[in-house]
């Protein structure tokens, strides 16, 4: 087993659209609306945007690249709907990439970066050790 592990997932947020209008565009999926606390801590600050977060089903083990196709491969199905939303929102995708090592590679082809790219989302890496 790998000691590097692996989630993305897509993640809406909008100023304009509330969490209920985001799952009428794109379905089910974890959410929250403007004005709700971020944390369940008191004085926890308030969302200044609503936020549609959906994860891929792929198993934290198998390659960041896969997890990303497989989230580009939903949105693309829902194409007309993503243009729709981003008039209004941005559309990211998360990377979450966890190792118990000093070193950890992966690769993301130039395709699925011209996808993205079409798709116009952009990539965030976020790095634990």
């Given at each position: 087993m790998s000691d590097n592990k692996f989630q993305a997932s897509i993640v809406i947020s909008s100023e304009h659209m509330e969490a209920k209008e985001l799952i009428k565009q794109l379905g089910e999926a974890e959410t929250a609306d403007?004005?709700?606390?971020?944390?369940?801590?008191?004085?926890?600050k308030l969302r200044k945007d609503s936020i549609w977060m959906k994860c891929?089903?792929?198993?934290?083990s198998e390659p960041l690249e896969s997890q990303i196709s497989e989230l580009v491969t939903y949105l693309k199905q829902r194409s007309s709907q993503v243009v729709e939303v981003l008039r209004h929102s941005t559309i990211e995708i998360w990377c979450k990439i966890s190792n118990k090592k000093?070193?950890?590679?992966?690769?993301?082809?130039s395709g699925l970066i011209d996808e993205l790219a079409s798709l116009k989302i952009n990539l965030v890496f976020d790095l634990y050790r």
């Open positions: 403007k004005g709700d606390p971020i944390s369940s801590r008191k004085g926890a891929s089903t792929l198993a934290e000093s070193q950890c590679g992966f690769v993301i082809s």
